[in-house]
């Protein structure tokens, strides 16, 4: 997946100062949008090839870095704003 900047996106995270891109793999800064205190929102927009993955049943993956797990919501729009 792409992450993606939206126009009024609020701010921008740098990967974690001790992210080793050999050892845990690319890393860019992630925009962020701050939906109401305590929430963050991205947006990703799937490769052609992922695309054509999920049409044909395939599903999205998240990976967690790090050992806490904290509550997520992982959802689609049409809203690319």
């Not at 740098?14 to 949008?33: I, L, Q, S, V």
């Not at 695309?51 to 904290?70: D, F, K, M, R, S």
Request: hydrophobic letters at 35%.
């Amino acid at each position: 997946m792409i992450p993606i900047k939206r126009s009024n996106d609020d701010i921008e995270r740098a990967p974690p100062k001790d992210w080793d891109e050999e050892k845990d793999g690319p890393c860019t800064n992630m925009p962020f949008r701050i939906v109401e205190p305590g929430y963050l929102e991205m947006a990703f927009h799937p490769s052609d090839e992922e695309l054509a993955a999920l049409n044909q049943g395939g599903v999205v993956i998240l990976t967690i870095a790090g050992p806490n797990h904290y509550p997520l919501k992982i959802g689609v729009s049409l809203d690319r704003t």
